[in-house]
């Protein structure tokens, strides 16, 4: 989209809005998604992406045919093969090759199998490094990898000066013969700050330490290429950008080269190289599939495709390409209409260094979040202690959903609504 060549005056209209999205190549797209409330403006698709009609129709598909039907022999018809054939579309997305990948767990599982063996790998060296905005889940799974081999590594977290940029010169000097790996979350959760992976994995590399990179904010959202940055391994989730639903399991890529050099953290018996046999003795199986445990949950499992399929079909340049001119307009609107009453910009104004969602800060923050929700039917999130998300999914995001949050956002604090609110946060943000 010519961005530039139509900004300027007239910027904070509704119509300028509506001319983007009249000039947006991906606009069809949005008719591929369940819309219920077509006045509900959804800005949180970076923590839970829209379902996808064809998911309908496969889960009916699942329930009634394939479980209902086939039964058992579901198995041998897709079942069985779902967690690689998934796994190779997703390489697709992140730069892998197909049988470097597949669907299995959940995030936090994934990272503290591969920390471990990761670890395992780097038997003279004592470091965990990682930063403070890494998505916290992820340090919990990193210190518990730690003690699990007997606390004879430490954790180091570097931390962010401002808590939007990550500290990539702090990390790149703490990096040295002590480290074993380096865990970052490549987009992180927060600010959206995007770290650069090839620079990064580089330097780890160049310093004999091994790298683990989270994709959970950054897959579907924006090219990824794993291959050309010689990453060793990486996780990610499923249900923001790929919308492959609430809870849906996990991915793990583990480069080719190391697939055999490391076991499975948590083996079982669909990670067995011959399952059926019921061997006493455990023999994992050839190459990435070695990295399954338990039995997956075929249906939760299977809804991750259609996501993944319109994706590809959409093309991940292209929605990046939308994702930045989004975001820009976005920022465009704090600026003039939300920076005058308080809100502050969390996220980088730097399109290369910037996710798909942009984090505002503002001291009420948590009451206008609840002011959106009960009362504007604008739907983003909050994360504390000041700071409200606005998630940009482009398959499905248009430019008057952006106004009109923006808008509805004025309005909030222009008339005070949100004063009549508990500063009491709900279990769900």
Request: hydrophobic content about 40%; proline content about 5%; aromatic content about 8%.
């Amino acid at each position: 989209m010519d961005h530039e060549r139509i900004a300027g005056q007239g910027r904070t209209d509704s119509s300028y809005a509506d001319e983007l999205d009249a000039r947006d190549p991906l606009a069809h797209f949005r008719e591929r998604f369940v819309v219920e409330e077509p006045d509900l403006i959804y800005l949180d698709g970076n923590s839970l992406g829209r379902l996808p009609k064809a998911t309908l129709l496969l889960a009916e598909d699942l329930v009634h045919h394939q479980w209902g039907g086939r039964l058992i022999r579901g198995w041998n018809d897709s079942w069985f093969a779902a967690p690689e054939r998934i796994g190779a579309k997703i390489a697709r997305l992140i730069g892998a090759s197909p049988d470097e990948v597949i669907v299995a767990d959940s995030t936090s599982v994934n990272l503290f199998k591969l920390a471990i063996a990761a670890l395992r790998l780097r038997p003279d060296r004592s470091q965990v490094l990682t930063d403070d905005l890494n998505f916290p889940s992820d340090l919990y799974g990193l210190h518990a990898a730690t003690e699990m081999l007997g606390a004879r590594h430490s954790m180091e977290i570097v931390r962010s000066s401002d808590g939007i940029y990550g500290p990539e010169a702090d990390l790149l000097a703490a990096l040295d013969s002590r480290t074993a790996l380096l865990s970052l979350s490549h987009t992180t959760f927060k600010s959206g700050y995007t770290y650069d992976i090839a620079l990064l994995t580089a330097a780890a590399h160049e310093a004999g330490a091994l790298v683990l990179w989270d994709l959970s904010h950054s897959v579907g959202a924006m090219p990824i290429d794993l291959e050309v940055a010689g990453v060793d391994f990486a996780i990610g989730c499923t249900y923001k950008y790929l919308n492959g639903g609430p809870g849906a399991p996990a991915f793990l890529y583990v480069r080719r080269d190391l697939q055999d050099q490391i076991g499975n953290t948590i083996p079982g018996w669909m990670g067995q190289r011959d399952l059926f046999d019921f061997g006493i003795a455990y023999q994992p199986a050839e190459g990435i599939r070695r990295h399954l445990t338990g039995t997956p949950p075929v249906v939760s499992l299977a809804l991750i495709e259609p996501g993944v399929d319109i994706l590809l079909e959409a093309g991940i340049q292209n929605v990046r390409a939308k994702s930045l001119a989004q975001s820009a307009y976005l920022i465009e609107l704090w600026e003039d209409l939300l920076a005058p009453l308080g809100f502050r910009l969390n996220s980088p104004r730097d399109e290369h260094r910037r996710g798909s969602h942009l984090a505002i800060g503002h001291d009420e923050a948590l009451r206008i979040d609840l002011a959106l929700i009960q009362e504007m039917n604008v739907i983003p999130d909050f994360r504390a202690p000041e700071t409200i998300r606005l998630g940009i999914a482009p398959l499905y995001t248009t430019y008057r959903d952006l106004h009109s949050a923006v808008m509805r956002l004025r309005s909030v604090v222009a008339e005070g609504r949100y004063r009549q609110y508990r500063n009491e946060s709900p279990v769900v943000t």
